[in-house]
Each structure stands twice: as structure tokens, then as C-alpha cells.
């Protein structure tokens, strides 16, 4: 092995090591391309070992931070966020609640089905997981437990459906992965939701299995009032503000009024109005939502500002060379190399997050796949399945960490464990679907674009 | 037991809702090192500008609309408001830096750091100031001068038909982020100096 | 301090003694346009019996398209292969030797670039900056551009949502175009779904890799905006100097012979894309006589306006029409009028 190939595996697995002293990952990855740029140069000047790393090269990052800078898809990112905070201010998404809720009321599981729908629609005006997660699980557990439902379902349930939004686009993850790649975010868009309506709709089966193989566990509500035109009126009315919100994003990209980009604008606009409609939102409230946005975008960009800088010195010690070798070197062929490469995230997922595979991992396997002769739309959102999945999985992950934040006492770990294990065997075979069946991705942005 | 996981604030994002149970503990013991007499001031400054540049989101949100609408509505582009986006959005999150940093936001895996006592934890964070973002911030700083002075003396403007004069200026929110950044990170030092080194009934354990 | 990516490698596998990142401005995927970096790059290594390896990275790897030149400047690489006109906002002049609205055909821009002083010209605008740049690939005219409804008169241009680059914005925007600059990934779906009406984008053969046949209908000609697009090798000026004679002879001959290369190639592939273009029903059209004299007579004040402000793009503007007043003269009576 060369000096520099040993310099690169260091540093990943440095990274690795040290993210879990608790320092805050993005200046781990900042602080460690510096620290391995000094050892580079020692490693060629002192050592005379050929490393092909300086301070002059590691300098292209500030040029790199500059294309971050003058980037105008990734404006979407705190625009989406700005949404997502808005509607959870406004108070729609309960209202959403409570309301389809009693529609459901007298079916088996009907509220965990409740609560997937709303899922759903939550995830198609935003995609933001932690938003989603906490969300649901205080609009949905504490009936689904007054009802005596099974816990493991009830906080399942809330995971899986909370990590939706990531897929079903409108989505930050997806944004991110466009402008990685260099593709176009509607072909993601378009590729990635017949995937999240296809997972949606595997939970809705499973829930609804669950509470006929079940039904002790799925127990009807003994208050659940009759369903009248009423409670189907009030069901629609709640309906209608978030039906708008995902016009107002989907509808302007579809009808040609917005870019992807600027829909995320659009969006927020959109929840701004329905906020001040409901008279939800006082100067207070707005000035509070606005710092939370700052918060936000903060640890998103200090990630990729350090992602930056740590995958260029990474890519000058030849880091990138490395990884194409043993996945190519392993003659696993192509679909052999494809799982790999997605067990591999799938069990990145573990330890690292989203925004750090996004950057760092899937600009380094695209190249290997489009030269296996891939299409890089489907793999994309086969990789951006395999992270959604890696929110659930235990020990750790975004969706377990959010609800065991707000779920009541008798939803703890080990119960939320179990609760998702199912959830995440569901993603497994719906990954498997969509590996083979690609149409299932491939065939929308194909329709969309006439051919 | 989460090893991902956002600060306190970010949760309280979440928030309106939240506050309505009542156990809901925070998923982290939250670690907060003592003020000391010059970290004080500096965060309450950190602290205004982050709250002051917060309002750069919705100024963004009504440069969208507006272009939105001129373009579709009256068919009447303007390529200063698409370049204004994203003057925006970089101000916006470079502030967002140091501001994470003052509150404590930035993402930190700490499935195991969060059993560790306080007084650990504060050795973490300041050798870890002091190797990783220290050096990250010097390094940057040191290298943006020349690529904003070079920007400056070519008087560079915006390549498109229309676009922003004076790019330098957009430029240089990057230094000015960065040091804001170690402005933020040297008085976090200087609290962590307080808790580990300082009166003693400070060092308390959790 | 050991220039990084020029040292040699002792334990190397490879036996390249001069080792450079070459990032490109076209991802080598891209027919004729971006392949060009990659095929130079080989052949500087088939010349010096691989002792001389310019390691290409693709857009966006090290560096954006858009800092190449910056990058090469501050020695931060030691030589990029890039579309001079990106540098176009701090030198204004730069654009005048990537692409030219109504300027030099192909072959005229190699004529007045290697022999009617264009070389030197760029030499000694870029010298002082410290970078050598080294004509490296060239094509011909780029399609005026996909549009969804077609182009009538120049009333038609007045509130046309465009996406257009460079001085052939300016012109357009010039006569009451309303001109955006969507992010490259985003052009296709703006087009497909009526965010923008038009966009100008590349080779009809690069274009139809991309698919905007599949999302517009009209592809109007000629390129008024681009008749020659030129690629430049920028190789770091103390970098250039302290290679042999022979090794500089080594990327001087492999850059000329991208550009015979990537000329030829060009011409030759365009005609079969046209032929598809006509089987899937896609109009290609001419843009009509009127709308082709206001842009020409709009290029005119946005390049004399140019001029006004910047003495070096003045220089090489005059430059520029001098050498094509006097090769007219020749064309015209010796090459055959064309039916
Ligand atoms: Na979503
Ligand atoms: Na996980």
C-alpha cells in the first residue's frame, strides 16, 4: 500500500473514531482535512513519501466553499425548512389530525392508519424527518394508547411514516443528491415517488394485517363517534390547508409557475399565508421560527462545509481511487458490486447521518455504477431508500432518537426496537422491488418527459 | 442512547406541540460550561447577529415570490433577484455557523460521550476546539484573504447579462462567517476553561 | 514547499514522473465537447511513454467549471482544461477567446489564433497573471437554441423567458428577452414543464445526450451566439517553465492536434443527430432573416460596449475584426459560393 492510500484510510477511520467522542461532526471533518494536510506534507517532505497532498491543494476548498455559496439549488434547503416549521407553528398538522382521525375511528387500526396517511401528506409538503417524527408521535400516540392499542405498532408506526418525507419528494435528501450528481431534480422527484408511495402503502398493509391476524392489539375506540357527513365534512376541511400547501409546492414545479428550487420558496410562502389565516402567527412566533431556521441550516452547512474540505484531501490521497479498486476489484459483477454498495450504506447508515453519506459516499460510488451501466436516477433512489431505512435502524437512528424524545413513559427503547424491526424489513422488500422492478422508478420521469 | 442526534434547540423546533406534555425530558443532558466575563459579552453579540440575520430567511422567501411571480406572471425575468437568492441564502447560512456554535446546535454523536461526566466531556470539547476547529478556521480564513482580495482588485462583477456588481462583497461574507465562527468557538473556550479550571463548586458532576 | 502534484512518485506503481490534476470544465461523458480533455490527456501520456500524466477530474471533483482558472492562478493545480470565457467576470476579455456573438468560424478562429497574433495577444494578457494558455480544442457553432413555440419576428423575443449565458445573454436581453440562469439541472424540467420557453445549450449531439428533443420541439439555427467555442489548456505559468522543452513541445503538440481532433469531430457527428432530430419530428428551423439583423446589430453596441470599458477586450476586438476584414477579402474569391 502506498504512503497516501494508508494517510486516506487513516483518516476515515479516524473520522469514524472520533465523531464518537461527541464533538460536533461537522468540525471533526473540517479539523481532520487540515490535521491530514500537515501529516501529508510531513509524510512527503520529511519522509520523502509521495502523498500528493499541500497546503496550496487543500487551499481549492475555499473555492469549493465558494461553489456551496453561489449554488442556487441548495437555497432550497432553509426554504424547505422554513415550511416545515411554519406548518407545525400554524397548528394544520394537528388539526389534520384530530380531524381524519375520527373518520377513521371505526375501522380495525384505524388510527395507525390515520396516522401513515397523515404521514403521507406531511411528507409530501416537506422532508423534514425530525419535524414529521415528533409530530406524529404527539398527535398519534397518546390516542392510539388511550385506545389501548399494541405500542410496538403505535411507535413503529410513527417512525417508519415520520421518515417518509425524505423520499417522497418534495425532499432536502433529494435536492442534495441532484446537485451532487449533477441531474435534474424533477427526474428525482418524478423517480422517487411511485418508491414512497409504493412503502406508504406497504405499511397501510401491514398495519391493517396486523389488526386482523391481531385485532387485541388494534382495539376500536369505545368513544369513536359514528362517522356522519359531519365528521367527513370536518375531515375535508382540515384536509384542505395542507391539500393547498402541497399544491402550492407540487403544482408550481408541475405547471411550470416555479422551478424545484424556487417551490421550496413558493412553499413556505404558502404555510406564511395559512399561518396568518389561521391567525397562528404572531410577530413573536414568526421572529422564533425564523432563529430555529438559522439553527437549522447551521449544523446542515457546518456539515457541508466540513464534508467539503474533508472529501477533497481525502480525493488527493487517493481516496476515492481506493474505494473504485476494491469495489471493482472484488469481481462481484455488476449487481454484485450494487449490493454492495448498498449494504455498505445500509450499514453506514449505523453510524453515520444522511447528510455525511450524501456527501461524502455518493459522489464516490456514482462514478462505479454509471460505469457498470446503471441508470443513475433509479440507483439514486435505491441509495436514497437504503438511508431512509438507516434512520430506522437500531441501536440508533434520526426517527428513534426523535420520538424517544417526546414519547410517553411506557414507549421506551427497547419497545420502539422492536416496534421498528418490522418496518425495516418492510423497506428491505420494498427495496427489493424496486431493484427489480426499476420501472418503478424509471418509468414516471420517462412518461413526463413525452417518450 | 441516540448516538445522532440534534441539540436541545433544534428540538425545540418541534416545539409548539412538544410543550404540551409534560415529561418529554430532553434526550440529552444538556451541558452548559459557566459564563465567564469576556465569553459573555461576545455570545450576547453572536448571539444578536444570529438573531438579527435570522430575518435574511424571510427576506429570501419574498425574493422568490417576487421573482416568481415577475417571471410568470409578467414574463419579466430579473436575473439581480435570481443572483440575490443565493446572496442571501450564503449570508444566511455562514451566519448560521458561528450562531450554531453559541447555541450549541451543531450535530454531535453522543450515544457514548453522553454517559461521560461533565468535567469529560469539557476535555472533549476543548482539545477538540483546539485541534479540529481551531485549525479549520485558521486554515480557511487564511486562504479566503487572497480569493476575496483577488476578487476585489479585479473588480470582479457577476458573468451574466444583468448580474450583482461588486462580487468581493459576497465574498467576503466567508471570512466574515469564519471569523465569527472562532469568535464563537473562543468563547466556548474560554467557559470550558471556566468549568475545568475555575472555582471549584463550578465542576460540580451532572 | 513541494509543488504536490508534481513530484514524482517513488513506489508508485505508475512510472510517470510529472503526475498533474487536470480538472475539466466538460464531464468526459459529454460527446465531443467533453471528451476532448480526456483523449489530450491520453495522448500526452502515449508521447512521453507515460513519464508525463495529466490526471483528468471531472467537473465539480476539485474544483467548479467556474474557478478552474482561479485554481491554476493561485497554483493551487497545475493546469485545468476549461472554456476561457468563465473567467469572463473578473477578465472581461477572456470571453473574446472562448466564444464571439457573429464572430469567427472554426476555422478562422484557428487561423487568427495560431497565425494572426491571437496567440500572442492571449499571451500577454495571460502571462501576467501567471498562466500560459495553450489553444487545446475547438468546435463549431452551437445551435441557437431549443424553444417551445417557434420564432416569428422579433416582437417575439419581448418577454421570451430564456436561459442564456455569456455575451449572447446580454444581446438577447438587449432586445426585450427576459433571460434567466437556471442551474444546469434544473434547465431540462424548466424547459419541459414552461418555466422558461427556451434555453441555448450545447452541440446538437451534447444536447440530444441531455434530451431536450424529448421536452421542446424547436431547435432554431444558426449559432448566431457561438459560430467557434474554444477550449483552453491553462497551464500554471512557473509550472509551464520549469518543463523541458521537450515536454512542453510534448502538451503544445497533443493540445493542437485536440483541436484538428475535436474540430473534426464535431463537424462529423452533428448530421446524424439532425437525421434523428427529423425522424422524431423535432423542427429544426432557421431563425428568420429580421430577428437574425437585430441580434447582429444588437451584438454590435453590446461589443462596442464592452470595448468602451475594458482596453484589453478593445485590443483584442480590433485585433479580431482587422484579421477577419483582410481574410475576407481571400475567402470570398477563393472559395467556391455555395449553391
Ligand atoms: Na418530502
Ligand atoms: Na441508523
Request: aromatic share 10%.
Amino acid at each position: 500500500m502506498e504512503a497516501r492510500e494508508f494517510l486516506a484510510l487513516a483518516m476515515f477511520g479516524l473520522f469514524i473514531g472520533l465523531i464518537f467522542t461527541g464533538f460536533p461532526v461537522a468540525w471533526v471533518l473540517g479539523g481532520l482535512a487540515v490535521l491530514f494536510t500537515a501529516l501529508a506534507i510531513v509524510f512527503e517532505r520529511d519522509l520523502g513519501l509521495y502523498t500528493g497532498v499541500d497546503w496550496s491543494y487543500s487551499s481549492l476548498v475555499v473555492e469549493r466553499i465558494w461553489s456551496i455559496m453561489d449554488n442556487w439549488v441548495l437555497v432550497a434547503l432553509p426554504m424547505f425548512i422554513l415550511m416545515g416549521l411554519l406548518l407545525d407553528r400554524s397548528g394544520i398538522a394537528g388539526e389534520l389530525m384530530r380531524n381524519i382521525a375520527r373518520l377513521f375511528g371505526r375501522v380495525r387500526g384505524g388510527l395507525a392508519i390515520t396516522v401513515a396517511l397523515i404521514g403521507i401528506l406531511l411528507a409530501a409538503t416537506t422532508g423534514i424527518i425530525g419535524a414529521s417524527v415528533v409530530l406524529l408521535a404527539l398527535l398519534g400516540l397518546p390516542p392510539m394508547m388511550k385506545a389501548g392499542y399494541n405500542p410496538e405498532l403505535a411507535a413503529g408506526t410513527v417512525c417508519a411514516v415520520g421518515t417518509l418525507g425524505i423520499l417522497i419528494p418534495p425532499s432536502i435528501m433529494l435536492v442534495l443528491m441532484a446537485d451532487r450528481l449533477a441531474m435534474s431534480v424533477g427526474d428525482l422527484f418524478l423517480g422517487a415517488f411511485f418508491p414512497g408511495a409504493l412503502l406508504g402503502g406497504l405499511y397501510v398493509l401491514y398495519i391493517l394485517g396486523f389488526a386482523i391476524l391481531r385485532p387485541e392489539s388494534t382495539p376500536v375506540p369505545q368513544d369513536a363517534p359514528p362517522v356522519d357527513w359531519t365528521v367527513v365534512k370536518d375531515a375535508m376541511g382540515a384536509s384542505l390547508p395542507a391539500a393547498a400547501l402541497i399544491l402550492a409546492v407540487l403544482g408550481s414545479i408541475f405547471f411550470g409557475i416555479a422551478t424545484p428550487t424556487e417551490a421550496a420558496g413558493v412553499g413556505a410562502f404558502g404555510a406564511l399565508l395559512l399561518a396568518l389565516i389561521k391567525k397562528q402567527l404572531s410577530w413573536l412566533t414568526l421572529r422564533e421560527v425564523l432563529r430555529e431556521t438559522t439553527r437549522t441550516t447551521g449544523y446542515i452547512f457546518a456539515i457541508f462545509l466540513g464534508a467539503t474540505a474533508f472529501s477533497l484531501v481525502l480525493r488527493g490521497l487517493g481516496g476515492d481511487h481506493l474505494i473504485h479498486e476494491a469495489l471493482l476489484g472484488l469481481e462481484l459483477g455488476p449487481y454484485g458490486t450494487l449490493l454492495l454498495i448498498l449494504l455498505l450504506t445500509f450499514l453506514l447508515g449505523f453510524v453515520l447521518d444522511w447528510i455525511e453519506i450524501t456527501l461524502i459516499v455518493l459522489p464516490l460510488v456514482a462514478p462505479v455504477i454509471v460505469n457498470l451501466g446503471f441508470d443513475l436516477v433509479w440507483f439514486t433512489v435505491l441509495f436514497a431508500v437504503c438511508l431512509q431505512t438507516s434512520f430506522l435502524t437500531p441501536p440508533v437512528g434520526f426517527a428513534i432518537f426523535y420520538l424517544k424524545g417526546v414519547a410517553p413513559a411506557e414507549i421506551n427503547v427497547p419497545v420502539i426496537y422492536r416496534g421498528v424491526v418490522p418496518f425495516v424489513l418492510l423497506q428491505i422488500l420494498g427495496g427489493g422491488l424496486i431493484l427489480l422492478w426499476p420501472a418503478l422508478v424509471t418509468w414516471l420521469p420517462s412518461m413526463a418527459y413525452g417518450n | 442512547m441516540a448516538k445522532t442526534r440534534l441539540s436541545g434547540e433544534t428540538m425545540s423546533e418541534l416545539g409548539s406541540v412538544k410543550a404540551q406534555t409534560d415529561e418529554a425530558p430532553s434526550p440529552r443532558t444538556a451541558f452548559t460550561p459557566p459564563q465567564t466575563p469576556l465569553s459573555g459579552p461576545i455570545d450576547r453579540v453572536l448571539e444578536k447577529i444570529g438573531q438579527k440575520l435570522s430575518w435574511v430567511w424571510l427576506l429570501l422567501l419574498g425574493v422568490i415570490v417576487l421573482n416568481v411571480t415577475l417571471r410568470y406572471g409578467f414574463s419579466s425575468g430579473r436575473i439581480e433577484l435570481e443572483e440575490a437568492q443565493w446572496h442571501l441564502y450564503a449570508i444566511g447560512f455562514l451566519a448560521a455557523l458561528s450562531y450554531g456554535v453559541k447555541t450549541d446546535s451543531h450535530v454531535r454523536v453522543d450515544v457514548l460521550s453522553e454517559r461521560l461526566s461533565h468535567r469529560k466531556r469539557a476535555w472533549i470539547d476543548l482539545y477538540g476546539i483546539l485541534l479540529l476547529g481551531f485549525p479549520f478556521c485558521a486554515f480557511i480564513l487564511f486562504y479566503s484573504v487572497p480569493f476575496v482580495y483577488e476578487s476585489y482588485v479585479t473588480d470582479e462583477v457577476s458573468i451574466s447579462a444583468g448580474g450583482l456588481p461588486g462580487r468581493f462583497l459576497i465574498k467576503l461574507a466567508l471570512p466574515i462567517g469564519i471569523a465569527l465562527l472562532a469568535l464563537a468557538f473562543f468563547s466556548r473556550l474560554l467557559r470550558l476553561g471556566r468549568f475545568l479550571f475555575g472555582p471549584t463548586h463550578l465542576r460540580e458532576k451532572p | 514547499r513541494p509543488a504536490a502534484d508534481q513530484s514524482s512518485a517513488p513506489g508508485s506503481s505508475s512510472i510517470a514522473q510529472i503526475r498533474w490534476r487536470l480538472p475539466v470544465a466538460f464531464n468526459t461523458n459529454l460527446p465531443v465537447l467533453g471528451e476532448n480533455s480526456a483523449w489530450v490527456s491520453e495522448t500526452i501520456a502515449s508521447l512521453s511513454n507515460d513519464r508525463f500524466v495529466l490526471e483528468v477530474f471531472q467537473p465539480g471533483e476539485l474544483v467548479s467549471p467556474l474557478e478552474i482558472v482561479d485554481a491554476v492562478r493561485g497554483d493551487k493545480v497545475k493546469a485545468g482544461y476549461t472554456w476561457l470565457g468563465y473567467d469572463q467576470g473578473k477578465l472581461p476579455v477572456s470571453v473574446l477567446f472562448g466564444a464571439v456573438p457573429f464572430g469567427f468560424e472554426p476555422v478562422v478562429f484557428s487561423a487568427w489564433w495560431y497565425d494572426g497574433g491571437g496567440q500572442q495577444l492571449a499571451q500577454e494578457i495571460y502571462r501576467p497573471l501567471g498562466i500560459e494558455p495553450i489553444l487545446c480544442g475547438l468546435i463549431g457553432p452551437e445551435p441557437a437554441g431549443w424553444f417551445r413555440e417557434p420564432l416569428r419576428n422579433p416582437e417575439d423575443l419581448v418577454g421570451l423567458k430564456i436561459r442564456f449565458a455569456g455575451l449572447g445573454g446580454q444581446v438577447i436581453q438587449g432586445l426585450g428577452a427576459s433571460v434567466t440562469l437556471l442551474p444546469g439541472g434544473e434547465i431540462f424540467q424548466a424547459l419541459e414543464r414552461g418555466a422558461i420557453d427556451a434555453t441555448e445549450f450545447s452541440l446538437p449531439v451534447v444536447d440530444q445526450q441531455l434530451g431536450f428533443n424529448r421536452v421542446a420541439q424547436y431547435n432554431y439555427f444558426p449559432g448566431w451566439h457561438q459560430p467557434f467555442t474554444a477550449s483552453h489548456l491553462a497551464v500554471n505559468l512557473a509550472a509551464w517553465q520549469s518543463l523541458s522543452s521537450q515536454d512542453q513541445a510534448i502538451l503544445k503538440t497533443a493540445c493542437t492536434a485536440g483541436v484538428t481532433r475535436n474540430l473534426a469531430q464535431a463537424e462529423a457527428t452533428q448530421a446524424p443527430t439532425l437525421a434523428l432530430y427529423e425522424a422524431e419530428g423535432i423542427h429544426t428551423e432557421v431563425i428568420p432573416a429580421p430577428i437574425l439583423a437585430a441580434l447582429e446589430a444588437e451584438t454590435r453596441l453590446v461589443l462596442e460596449h464592452e470595448a468602451q470599458r475594458d482596453a484589453d477586450f478593445a485590443r483584442v476586438l480590433a485585433s479580431q475584426r482587422a484579421f477577419g476584414k483582410d481574410y475576407d477579402t481571400w475567402r470570398k474569391l477563393a472559395y467556391p459560393a455555395k449553391p
